[in-house]
């Protein structure tokens, strides 16, 4: 290693791209190496490989234009087998605004404002509620 850079083997490049084209994660990949992985997802784009992102399908842009409103995008992405970060890029590219509605919290006669449903806030306000 260059300060710190991995030098890459043309044998362990052509390993990459076996793993890679066999759907194996890049953290998978990263682990087998015993290197990070931004190591592993800068070779793989330096390699030209192309993403793994599948298209969103109709019926899943119909999912998140339903249950943007209602359910997390953690849980939305959970139930399409997505990341939180897809959902949550592919809701906004689609105009949805997610809001569960917004959280009046009374604490030492200050009123706090929460537009934010996720299930961290959630557990705050829960404990400041219970105090």
């Known amino acids: 290693m260059v300060r710190g850079c991995k030098i890459w083997t043309d044998e362990e490049r052509h390993e990459i791209k076996e793993l890679y084209a066999s ?63 897809g959902v949550r890029r592919f809701a906004a590219k689609m105009g949805l605004e997610h809001n569960c509605g917004s959280h009046i919290v009374f604490v030492s006669f200050q009123i706090m404002i929460l537009s934010s449903c996720d299930s961290f806030t959630m557990m705050v306000v829960a404990l400041l509620i219970s105090l």
């Not at 109709?58 to 995008?73: E, G, Q």
């Open 23 to 85: 759907g194996r994660s890049y953290r998978d990949i990263a682990e087998h190496f015993g290197v990070s992985y931004p190591s592993v997802s800068k070779q793989i784009l330096m390699l030209g490989l192309s993403s793994r992102r599948k298209p969103y399908s109709p019926r899943d842009k119909d999912y998140i234009r339903k249950h943007h409103a209602t359910k997390s995008y953690k849980q939305i992405a959970k139930d399409l087998g997505r990341s939180y970060g």
